[in-house]
């Protein structure tokens, strides 16, 4: 058994039409822009790991993981005509159009998602000896298994997910009275 405490960046990024909103105008509008999700989670892994071939150096992890988001926000630039809908339809005289609208800012968006997340995280690796410890070289990859999204009829359904590049040394402990 394996388990960590790891720190994780992950995000999205989008560049082009997209759904946005106008202050207070209790409608969805469209406009092209771009925007970067930063989510930051503390996630908990405990895995199995099993060990193969002769040297047994090389190495599999299995397992589920927990996540707790630390933050969220999204930061978006560009300026752009505004469209009532996924077409590309301008806003007409009507409703004050054409609209021209700067999207540039960053929001804090923890609250539109879920506090707790969860998945199940896969690796390959390699561990050499090295002095009292071990060097270890690992390729993992992580899905996470639940929507994010509190609101998916608004803001869709996601998931996280990532690849994970890590290098590690391991020193192992005692406690008193075992081997």
Same mark, same amino acid.
């Given at each position: ?20 909103s106008? +202050? ?10 771009? @925007? ?5 989670y503390? &996630? ?31 930061? #978006?630039?560009g300026?752009? &005509?505004?469209?009532?809908?996924? @077409?590309?339809? +301008? ?8 609209i ?11 609250? #539109?998602?879920?506090?707790? @997340? ?8 390699? #561990?050499?000896? /090295? ?6 070289? &690992? ?5 996470g ?6 609101? +998916?009829? /608004? ?14 040394? #391991?020193? +192992? ?7």
């Amino acid at each position: 058994m394996l388990a960590e405490v790891n720190y994780s960046q992950q995000g999205a990024r989008k560049n082009g039409l997209q759904a946005a909103s106008l +202050p207070g105008i209790d409608q969805t509008f469209y406009a092209d822009f771009k @925007n970067t999700a930063k989510l930051d989670y503390l &996630e908990i892994p405990v895995m199995a790991r099993f060990h193969v071939g002769p040297l047994r150096r090389l190495f599999v992890d299995v397992g589920p993981y927990a996540g707790l988001l630390i933050s969220a926000k999204n930061v #978006a630039s560009g300026v752009s &005509e505004v469209f009532v809908d996924q @077409n590309r339809t +301008p806003v007409p005289p009507m409703m004050g159009g054409p609209i021209i609208a700067d999207f540039g800012g960053t929001t804090d968006n923890k609250s #539109a998602l879920h506090t707790f @997340n969860w998945g199940l995280q896969g690796g390959l690796g390699v #561990a050499q000896s /090295v002095g009292r410890g071990t060097v270890s070289l &690992e390729v993992r990859g992580e899905l996470g298994l639940m929507n994010i999204q509190k609101h +998916p009829d /608004v803001d869709g359904k996601n998931a996280t997910g990532a690849l994970v590049v890590a290098l590690g040394y #391991a020193v +192992p402990i005692g406690l008193p009275g075992m081997p």
